[in-house]
């Protein structure tokens, strides 16, 4: 019998678990990406230059080689042509529409509004007339982003009206479809459900809190997992999680949301219908829960029966951000005995030699992080700190190693 086919929407670092696991389940693999020069090209069966974002030319692609399925798990770029090629070839996907209700904020905010949910006060913008009315209705604090982008891509968070015409400048050169939402701020505790939906049925794989940096609140320093939740808090984010989704529409597939839990409401930020970054799709959700929500995401799409067994008790984990001096890095040092302090399985630095530490204007300016799984809160923590606390940089310049914190 030919194996099936399965088609990967970006040959990228953050595209080779999906591709590897892929392989090792016995499926063969085309990856298709807007460079020339990719990491997944070498293990793909088949590779193709084309954007991600281009839907026709995508489908074109899909059909040529008469694929089985296609993924789009790990950036929300590619979440709507995964999803339109899927629904035009007849194979199983999330729709194309549910695909842009989870990749476009407005939609979102629009849909769990109607759903009755509790949400913030919220206007859309097309352009700037009307921008101090639309934030005068909303009231400060308020937010002001893209629709369209992710990352924390022109998101600020205003207290009063100074400022407001340059965070709506911002929030419009990162939006793809040039529209703008402005919503009121929620204050209150930021937490991020992971979870896989099977034939209408949410289950939740984890829960974590996300810690602020104290100056750029919109961009995290910490996201810890702490195991299980007091029960009462659980139920409350899990009736959130479920309504959300039936707002937006996920019958089938991986999701990863951002929720403000202020009092007892539990309000939707930010859904995504792909796995959760900085490892937490690879590595992180599998450790918490016990389910390897990769696998489940391509059996789910090649049409193999998907089984989600949660562990009864969830472990922990602690994915910990690290802030560098401002300046050009020279040399990082203390990386290997950090990567071995039990308990941590991943160091990863988004900056490199050379690159330049400048302000946090959105998470992939964090110059890193270290992933540690544990089996308690506090291991987690601890283990994190550890290898943290062995890791120096030296700038370029006079200088010498300064502690990364
Ligand atoms: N209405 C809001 N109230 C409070 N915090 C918010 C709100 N909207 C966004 N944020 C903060 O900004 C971060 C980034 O915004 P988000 O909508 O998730 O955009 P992105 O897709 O770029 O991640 C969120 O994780 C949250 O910390
Ligand atoms: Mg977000």
Same mark, same amino acid.
């Given at each position: ?77 590619? +979440? /709507?042509?995964?999803?339109? =090629? ?6 199983? @996907?999330? %729709?194309?529409?549910?695909? #842009? !209700? ?35 209705? +909303? /009231?400060?604090?308020?937010? =002001? ?6 990352? @924390?891509? %022109?998101?600020?968070?205003? #207290? !009063? ?35 896989? +939906? ?208």
């Amino acid at each position: 019998m030919r194996s099936k086919l399965l088609h990967v929407l970006g040959g990228g670092p953050w595209q080779l678990p999906t591709v590897r696991l892929a392989k090792a389940l016995g499926h063969r693999v085309l990856v298709s990406d807007v460079y020339a020069d990719r990491p997944c090209y070498a293990l793909a069966d088949h590779h193709q230059v084309v954007d991600i974002t281009d839907i026709d030319g995508t489908l074109q692609l899909a059909s040529r080689y008469r694929i089985d399925d296609i993924v789009c798990d790990t950036t929300d770029i590619g +979440v /709507a042509t995964a999803a339109h =090629v899927a629904e035009q070839l007849g194979l199983p @996907g999330i %729709g194309y529409e549910t695909a #842009l !209700n989870f990749t476009n904020k407005g939609r979102m905010r629009a849909l769990t509004d109607r759903a009755g949910m509790v949400v913030p006060r919220y206007r859309l913008l097309d352009s700037e007339s009307g921008l101090t009315e639309c934030a005068a209705f +909303v /009231a400060y604090p308020l937010i =002001v982003k893209p629709v369209d982008n992710q990352s @924390g891509r %022109g998101v600020s968070r205003l #207290l !009063n009206g100074d400022g407001l015409k340059a965070a709506y400048q911002l929030a419009r050169s990162c939006s793809r479809s040039g529209k703008v939402l402005i919503e009121g701020c929620i204050e209150g505790k930021e937490i991020i459900v992971d979870g896989f +939906v099977v034939a209408g049925r949410p289950r939740i794989l984890g829960i974590a809190h996300k810690v602020p940096f104290p100056d750029t609140v919109t961009v995290s320093s910490r996201i810890h997992y702490p195991g299980a939740l007091p029960a009462a808090e659980f139920k409350l984010i899990r009736a959130a999680t479920c309504r959300t989704l039936s707002a937006l529409g996920l019958r089938d597939g991986v999701f990863h949301g951002e929720f403000m839990v202020r009092g007892q409401d539990v309000v939707p930020i930010d859904v995504a219908a792909r796995g959760g970054g900085v490892m937490i799709y690879t590595h992180v959700v599998p450790h918490v829960s016990g389910v390897n929500v990769n696998r489940a995401m391509i059996q789910q799409a090649l049409g193999e029966a998907v089984g989600i067994d949660p562990l009864p008790v969830p472990k922990a984990a602690n994915i910990e951000f690290l802030s560098m001096p401002p300046g050009r890095i020279a040399e990082i040092v203390g990386v290997d005995a950090a990567a071995a302090v039990p308990g941590v399985v991943a160091i990863h630095f988004n900056l490199q030699i050379g690159d330049e530490v400048g302000p946090l204007e959105h998470k992939d300016r964090r110059p890193g992080y270290v992933v540690s799984l544990a089996d308690t809160a506090a291991q987690a923590i601890d283990s994190a700190l550890r290898a943290k606390s062995l890791l120096r940089v030296r700038m370029t310049g006079p200088g010498s190693y300064l502690p990364i914190t």
